[in-house]
């Protein structure tokens, strides 16, 4: 009988080296979870896995943007104006020129208004920002020295110079009104005399707000001011932008703002007396300058939101139909 041929299993080479049994079998070091750690950390050092980062980033970022623009549209228009009026850059300067002119320009009107009118300004002051102690002290006696004190101290020429370094804070606010109505900045001629203008305006406005405030009482008062600041930026818009935005389209910016600014003067009463006199106490007048310009940002900051979100309202197409606004510019517009 022939013999069964036996049939012998060949082992892959190798195999005998121990290559194709478990140990041969071990994975190599740049798998698992330690190995994918080690090559993002390495990739991180690289300037190509960042731009494709960024990259990505960016068009995940502009694809919010575009769905967000179809179903919110309102909300869209307000985050793009704000971004293109520079709000806080703005607001900063603006608080800047009304820090370095408010206070020369008060010396000014002290030096040469009656006593009266004076004495008056000195309360308007106080009262518009609730001041007590040491604070309220310290504004007295910058009103104390007699006129012709500061009359001589100040001079013609010096006057001058105050009043037309004055009107910087109303070239501030007319760039701000500008830019939050998309107006291009040839297209916007505006008189000198509108900046003065500006300025005398504001000055009888704190003294009336004086006046009132000590004869209507608080709750009142609150709303006298509210009425007087809603007519105060509607007509600033119109008197700085020449005219060149009809009234009705000013008018819910106008409004925004100056509840936004009487509900910060309320603020003001609680916050500012102690604010001061602790700054004062601590650090001397330098702590009150701090104090005062950085309250004077804050207020600056909600004018400039204001006026850009009515502007924004009133371009959109429930609004503008009824206000009759122009439409908002396709292109963007110099923010300088």
Known sequence: MPRPRIRRRLRPSGESRGEGTQEGRRP?????PAGRASRRATAAFRASWWRGRIARAAARLRALHARLETRFPVI???VDRLVSVNVFDSATR??????LTAVPLLLLVGAYAPTALRKQITESVSDAFGLTGQAKTELHAAFQPPPEDL?????VIGGLMVILSATAVS?????????????PRSGLSV?????LAWIVLWLGALVAQGLLGGVLGVALGFVVTLLIETALWWWTQHLLLGGVIRWAPLLPGAVITAAAVSGLSVTAHFYMPRALNRALDAYGSAGSVFVLLSWLIVICVAVALGLSVGAVLSQETALRHRLGSAAPPAGSVDSG
Request: one cysteine or more; charged letters at 15%.
């Open 171 to 183: 070239r501030a606010v007319q760039r701000l009104c500008r830019r939050a109505w998309q107006l």
């Open 94 to 99: 603006i608080a800047a020129q009304c820090f």
């Open 28 to 32: 190599s070091p740049g798998a698992g």
């Open 191 to 195: 008189a000198p005399w509108r900046w």
């Open 151 to 155: 009359k001589q101290a100040t001079g």
């Open 76 to 78: 869209t228009a307000m």
